[in-house]
């Protein structure tokens, strides 16, 4: 396979810790740097999607300053 042909290939990844729910008028107020509190903790499985199709699951891993996500597990799908 040309790897040229990969590096043109766009995918859009998205990972999920929680969720939050909220009236749109105090999104609106919200201004830079506002926190949402999620119903989720750090420990908690993330999910994954590639273009909006769940892919994966995972963990956060923390480690000084930086963020990762582990994937744990793969979805198949058909």
Known sequence: MNAKAIDSVKVEV???LGQ???PIHQLLKMGRGAVIELEALQTDP???????RLIARGEIMIQGESIAVSIRD?????
């Open 74 to 78: 793969l979805i198949h799908t058909q």
């Open 14 to 16: 998205s990972v999920v």
């Open 20 to 22: 939050a729910i909220m």
């Open 46 to 52: 993330v999910l994954i999607y590639a273009n909006k």
